[in-house]
T-cell receptor
Framework: KQEVTQIPAALSVPEGENLVLNCSFTDSAIYNLQWFRQDPGKGLTSLLLIQSSQREQTSGRLNASLDKSSGRSTLYIAASQPGDSATYLC????????FGRGTSLIVHP | DGGITQSPKYLFRKEGQNVTLSCEQNLNHDAMYWYRQDPGQGLRLIYYSQIVNDFQKGDIAEGYSVSREKKESFPLTVTSAQKNPTAFYLCATGRQQATEAFFGQGTRLTVV
């Protein structure tokens, strides 16, 4: 059974820092990996989708990498802003999307 | 307007009652999923459906039921057998199995 772990569970940083959020998974036979953002009381917004054949995806200040063989993905956030404060969730799809518990990020001015 | 609509946004239920959460999509997606989210937890899969008139149990299906009579709709019923139903419920869709997932805005269910 696929298990997904996200580290750290929580992170508080000053504005402007570059951040790395980590996601690891136990079964490397995946179709894709998706990073989501969740604001309090809201649904999930898809940030980046990495297909199993890809190594990374970029969108603006966000860059996600995927290393299937080691079962790891990282989400890099450049020049963090207070508006980036949210919970970030990683989902790995082998058959259906399986989620980690998320990283709660606070960026303070 | 394309998307996934969950209703209601907030729902209150008395103990012993069944309640039904609605999920409607106009994205023409085949796959639909129901997840439950508790504070500090990730999303846990309740039920999923890859095609009309077919659905499968997820990891925590006990106390829940679903139907998939139309491609656009995947309602979730929380029955009185669900011992701790207070949670945030999220519906998701995908073009087909194992493709990119899209989420609705969720329904917060509270048992009073």
């Amino acid at each position: 059974k696929q298990e997904v772990t996200q580290i750290p569970a929580a992170l508080s940083v000053p504005e402007g820092e570059n951040l790395v959020l980590n996601c690891s998974f136990t079964d490397s036979a995946i179709y894709n990996l998706q990073w989501f953002r969740q604001d309090p009381g809201k649904g999930l917004t898809s940030l980046l989708l990495i297909q199993s054949s890809q190594r990374e995806q970029t969108s603006g200040r966000l860059n996600a990498s995927l290393d299937k063989s080691s079962g790891r993905s990282t989400l890099y956030i450049a020049a963090s802003q207070p508006g980036d404060s949210a919970t970030y969730l990683c989902a790995v799809t082998s058959y259906i999307p399986t989620f980690g518990r998320g990283t709660s990020l606070i960026v303070h001015p | 307007d394309g998307g996934i609509t969950q209703s209601p946004k907030y729902l209150f239920r008395k103990e012993g009652q069944n309640v039904t959460l609605s999920c409607e999509q106009n994205l023409n997606h085949d796959a639909m999923y129901w997840y439950r989210q508790d504070p500090g937890q990730g999303l846990r899969l309740i039920y999923y459906s890859q095609i009309v008139n077919d659905f499968q149990k997820g990891d925590i299906a006990e106390g829940y039921s679903v139907s998939r009579e139309k491609k656009e709709s995947f309602p979730l019923t929380v029955t009185s057998a669900q011992k701790n139903p207070t949670a945030f419920y999220l519906c998701a869709t995908g073009r087909q199995q194992a493709t990119e997932a899209f989420f609705g805005q969720g329904t917060r269910l509270t048992v009073v």
